[in-house]
């Protein structure tokens, strides 16, 4: 390929906003550009194109989508629109009549006619620059595995079964192909991504598959036996507390999945989860924890909850914290209840007044940073598997197997000459706080 080919390709500036799910989304949208032989911009000024994959979830993330659209706008000029707000075009046209194209969520196809359209492909497609496992916007030693589009569930706070529609989930052999392509390429950590992940194949009546002389049901815990096998780790995200989960507690005591669940259990109360119709609402969640952690005492919970929801009660809420001190969730991110319009539960009675809201998330936060922080300290002294993220002058930064990258908490490791990103070290923890771990490398 001649220099001048190079230099003469279309090249596309990306902006992925949203969560985990989105930025697989992105990551499919640039592998696919980069087939075609555009280049991709790092900056608002190179680009020929800009695409901005949005959020719309929340209206904060609604307004942040927007300012974002409004920015490459002013920057660049030609913008394409793609992501969960653009499943409402005329939100965005009616702020930005000047964006050239609005396309929904994982709709790659729409996407890259809107691209053809505005930003012709070369004539000489650069096929080889895309390696067997895509093109990743995550560290080439962890990328993000999405098992499956949608959402079946109907939570009354929700809207993203009507932006992302019902699950459809991949077959197990496409999804265990596409891990393992992933491994080979250098990937250490695996994170297992989707609306629900506990739901995984119930939408196909988890279909059998031939992969590697054995037959797999599309279903979560075969999903996680083939994982446990690729030698990488292997974190779970999306869970919810079936009964069928407690199935993958013993790989995770077996060391073939990380003792990692993410949760987003959203709150305790019976009356709450049944306002918020969450999926299994009804299962006896105390119980289930506790005889996790019998079973797999290394496991770290992380999850999601939202304090202020239509009808909570001060013993709702009470009665929140109170479990949140016997399970002793890990990890805990909290957000205050807002309304989205067209989600069921903005028509719901018993809307809690802000201040009340706030006082909540307060004394939940302060509960939470104890429990944090009594978890923190009881590491010091013990040595951990730490997979190294960063390095610079002498030390590293890493994760432990309870720390996911993005969410979680980092390891600090000081004199760490001789590793590089990607290893997995041994480290000694010396200090901690709320969060992070600081310590040094252990001499085995
Ligand atoms: S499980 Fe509930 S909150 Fe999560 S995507 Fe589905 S409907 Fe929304």
Known sequence: MSEENIISQPKVGIVSLGCPKALVDSERIVTRLRSEG?????????????????????????????????????????????????????????????????TGPHQYEQVMEAVHEHLPAPDHPFVSLVPPSGVRL??????????????????????????????VSRRIDAVLREAEQLVAS???????????????????????????????????????????ELGAWVRLHYVYPYPHVDAVIDLMAD????????????????????????????EKTLDRILNWRARAPELAIRSS????????????????????????????????????????????????????????WH?????????SDQRSQSLIGATVDVLIDDVDEGGATGRTKADAPEIDGAVFISHADNVQAGDIVKVRVTDADQCDLWGELASN
């Open 38 to 102: 555009y280049a991709i911009s790092p900056d608002y000024q190179g680009a020929d194109l800009v695409l901005v994959n949005t959020c719309g979830f929340l209206d904060s993330a609604r307004d942040e989508s927007l300012e974002a659209i409004g920015e490459a706008i002013n920057e660049n000029g030609r913008v394409i629109v793609t992501g969960c707000l653009g499943a409402e075009a005329e939100v965005i046209t009616s702020r930005h009549p000047g964006v050239l194209a609005v």
């Open 138 to 167: 995550t560290p080439r030693h962890y990328a993000y595995l999405k098992i499956s589009e949608g959402c079946s569930n109907r939570c009354s706070f929700c809207i993203i079964p009507s932006l992302r529609g019902d699950l």
């Open 363 to 371: 004394r939940f936060m302060a509960l939470q940073a104890e429990l």
């Open 255 to 282: 060391g073939r999945i990380l003792p990692y669940l993410d949760i987003p259990f959203q709150h305790a109360s019976p009356s709450v989860l049944k306002a918020m119709r969450r999926p299994a609402n009804q």
């Open 305 to 360: 909850f939202i304090v202020g929801f239509p009808g909570e009660t001060e013993e709702d809420f009470q009665f929140l914290l109170d479990w949140l001190k016997e399970t002793k969730i890990d990890r805990a991110g909290c957000f205050k209840y807002e309304n989205v319009a067209t989600a069921k539960s903005s028509q719901l009675d018993g809307q809690v007044p802000d201040e009340v809201i706030d006082e909540r």
């Open 186 to 228: 250098g990937v250490k950590e695996l994170l297992v991504i989707s609306q629900d992940t506990s739901a995984y194949g119930q939408d196909v009546r988890y279909a059998r598959y031939n992969w590697k002389g054995v037959e797999r049901e599309t279903r979560f815990i075969d999903l996680c036996e083939g994982l446990g």
